[in-house]
Structures are given as structure tokens and as C-alpha cells.
């Protein structure tokens, strides 16, 4: 068995005190500190967070031990029977993948700050935890006491758990499953409609698999006074984070929604059903994979249209979600560069920020659309017989259960067989090529009775100078410029303060002021890194953002209706 314990005692400085206690094997140990984390691919040096690493044995006698790598340590055993590794780790940061110490709460992401004994992962763990006498313990791993249970190290580092005297906690069932809710931070919680709907889609979602791969879960949420967004699943559980307090049962209750049956999916897709490059996962370096578009496309889909098949979301709502999602897709012209192959391969690069601009799509964006055009396709070709739940639930129980990782040729013949055509045209223009989806998306919308229109945006900073732009210093600056646009032609740059035109200060009106020259010559006054340069518009290109809408079509055929209803059930 390997023994960790944890001491939170030190809440202002937020670190954390942790040991490792094992009995060697070896003259030679090495302990090794995860190098990234599932569910986000890619590289979290949590090494950085490391201080203090120290060894003794029984007696309290230093051993000698070399850092090899950025987060691997090499020790010398010696005679030691016991070995004691101490450290401290940096608790800082709250988000739903991070671990953190304040003084209301301990959240504890075991991949981050537990280092592991090298060859000795598939042992027993026990983690004893130093906390106040009055915290309640959330997670989903066995405890007894203040002390968790883990079988073996993939389990620990797959369990966060929070530890706080606030959490407020409530279960819902299905199918014998016990499924948990803990909110940690300040919310006033809507319990009766929260149960209710986490239940609905809770049961579809085990409806259209058949099975649940765990008989309890845990959605552990925490709920921040600002505005935030994020999720992270685990196998037994997932971290949700989000806010702001007042408005997570008001505005932006579906964004919880969301989130949740998005999370709860994972359970089935990525933790279950993995790629094969990450089967088993190798936590020293990078796990690359092509498919990202099944990972978290898949993903992205199924969790807004299970809010919709379970009747939690009407369809106008899924519809708003579905519109956001072409929105953004539209709105990157990184989709004529780099296809989703390409960019769930290059995660572990640049993944999750915007990077060099228009390089690179979203593997969820893209690969939600095009998981959109494939459960189409599957429900036309079959007359309404099969969908992509019937793929996803034979990758389950064919492959996840069977123990076997997925490849890329193994979804693709999967898709195959129920789209009974081949699928060598969609994957060489969608997935691994560049071509544009606007128009298959058109006609798959079309199939169920649903219509896509682009239009002007009605801002003229977009169409006209196919600029988007965020406040700042009470102007604007630029985030994002369309190639071959007006402000592209006229060289505008990223990261331009827009401070004029034509000699008149445009503070936050830059689109009032453009309207109010429409028909005039332009010359915009920009501020570029501390130096103020004029910019004469050349309005001729027509290249602009456009605004995508979806609407359900009046005078919808029979085969429409029939193909619709077999999408939303």
C-alpha cells in the first residue's frame, strides 16, 4: 500500500503540506509528479508548483535524490525499510481542473500535486486527511473517517475531491444509481427544479446507453461570485465551476444545464470510451490523438441535444445553442487552414487559448458540427431506424467493455455501418481536409425541417471593417480581423486601440460613429504599442462577419417531421 498524507493547516499561504509513505522495493525509487491531466490534453507543468521536495527514511535521515526530468525525481534508497517523501504544493488557482486552499475550503485535484512511486501504480492507496473537525468530505472515492481509499493510483488521480464546512448536498436516483450534488460557494440553491432536471437528463442519457459504468457519481460544483465557466470529467465524478452567484439559477441556469449533461456524457465518452493512444493514459508526457472531434465533439453535441431529448430544453433553446455553435465556426477562418484532425493533434500545443490567429479550429465547435451532420446523415440513410446513439452505444459495449481503446478506423467503420455508405468523401473534406461545412450543414438542417441563414450583423465594426472588438481603456481594441476584409486591406492590426475617426473621439461608438460616416471617406486614428498612427479605409472589399440564425421551417414535409421527431427522441 502506498500512504499519502495531506495537512491544509497553512490557509494563507494556500500550500498544502503532502507525504508519501511507502515501504522500497528497489535500491532506486523514482517518484514522479503527473505531467498534464485528463480532459485537458495538454502539457500542465504542475511540477511549477513543487516546494520544498525532500526524502527520509524511518529515522528521519535525509536520502540522497537527483530531479531527472521536469517533474521526476530519482532517490536513493539505501538501507531505508520506510521512505518519506515531503513536499509542499501551490494551491492558488480555482478552476475546475486546479487543486485550492483558502480558508473556506480545501479542493483537492489528486493529478496535480500527487506524485506517484514509479512501478508501484497499480497498488492500494490510502490519502489521510489534516483538515478542521467540522469539514465535510466530497468525492467519490470510499472514506473512512478523514481518510480516502483509492485501488490504485489511476483511480486517486481521477478523483478531486472538496473539503469544506459550507458544501450543500443533495442525491437524486435512476436506475439504482446514486447520482450526487454538492455546491460549494454562495448560491442559493433551487433544489426542486435542479433535481428535476438533472434527473431528466440523467435518465436519457442511461436510456439511450442502456447502462451507467458506475453505481454512484458525484458533480462537484463550485459557484464563484464572478463570472465563470468551466467543467472537467472524471470517471465517477466532475468538477463543475461557474458563476456568478445570483445569476447560476437565473440567466445563466442553462449554461449549468449544459455544462452538466455535457460532463456526465464524458462518463460514457472519453472515460469510457477512449482513444487508443490514451489507453492506458501515460501522465509523463503528451497522449496524441486525432480524435478530439469524437472526444469532445461528440461530446459537445450530445450534451445540449440530450437537454432537448429529455424536454429539459425546448427547441428554440437547443436551437440557440446550435446557432452559437455555427457561429463560432463561421467566425474562424482557421477552419480553411487546419482541419480537426490537425487540431485535436495539436491540443498539447495550443489547445485551449487562441493562439496564432486563424490557424487552428476548436475540436468542440467542429467536431459538435460535425457529429451534428453525421446523426443526420445516420437518421435519413436508415428512414429514422438508427442515430448516433446507436454508434456511441456500440462503441461502449464493444470496445470500453470489451477493454479495448478506439481507433480512428474503429469509430469511422462504426459510423459506416450505420450510415451504410462510406464515409472516405466526409473524412477527406471534414475531418482531415478544409472544405467548407456551411453547405452540407444547410442541407442537414433542411432534412429535419430547420433553416440556416447568414445575415449582416447589424454592427457596422463588423460589416464593414470585419473587425470584432472588446472595450478597453474607454475605447476599443481589436481582437479579430477577417483576411481579405476592409480592415485587413486597409492594415489594420490585432491589438489596435481604435481611438478616432475622422478626428472625432469614438470612445465606445465605433459603430454609431461608422454609421454616421457611412458615406464618407474613413480615416480611423489608432493607437499601436504607445504610438498613434492614421489609417485611411479602403471600403471596397466586401468581406464581413455575418450572423448565423436558424428557424424551423412553416410548411415542413411529412419526411421532415418524420426525420425531426426521430432527431429530438
Sequence with gaps: MIRYSLNSSNQT????????EFEPTNEIEKIQLPSW???RYELGNFAKNVKGFNVLDENGNFLQFKKITKDCWVVEVNTAKTVFVHYEYYASELNAGSTYLSEEQLYVNPVNCFAYVVGREDEEIEVKLEIPSDYVIASSLPIKGTTLIAENFDELADSPFICSNTLQHNTYSVDDVIFHLWFQGEVKVDWKRVLTDFESFTKKQIEKFGSFPVDEYHYLIHITPNRSYHGVEHFRSTVIQLGPSHSVFNEFYSDLLGVCSHELYH???????????????????????????????????MGDLFLLKSGVFSIDEYIRELTMQIQKHIDNDGRFNYSVAQSSFDTWLDGYVPGAPQRKVSIYTEGCLISFMLDVMIIVNSEGEHSLDNVMTELYTEYYLKGKGVSENDYKQTLEKYTQTSLDTFYQDYVNGKCDFLPLLSESLILIGLELKLKPTGKASQDVLGIKTIPQNNNVVVKSILPNSVAALSGLMLEDEIVALNRFETSLDIDKWLNHFSNEDLVLLIKRKGKYIDVNIDTLSKTAFH????TRIKKIETEQQHFFTKWIN
Excluded at 13 to 20: E, L, W
Excluded at 547 to 550: A, D, H, Q, R
Aim: net charge neutral; with cysteine.
Design 13 to 20: 499561504s494556500q500550500y498544502i503540506k503532502i507525504t508519501i
Design 37 to 39: 491531466r485528463p480532459g
Design 267 to 301: 462518463t460514457w465518452n472519453v472515460k469510457s470510451i477512449r482513444p487508443i493512444e490514451m489507453y492506458p493514459y501515460d501522465f509523463t508526457k503528451e497522449n496524441y490523438s486525432n480524435l478530439g472531434y469524437l472526444c469532445e465533439g461528440v461530446t459537445t453535441y
Design 547 to 550: 450572423e448565423v440564425s436558424i
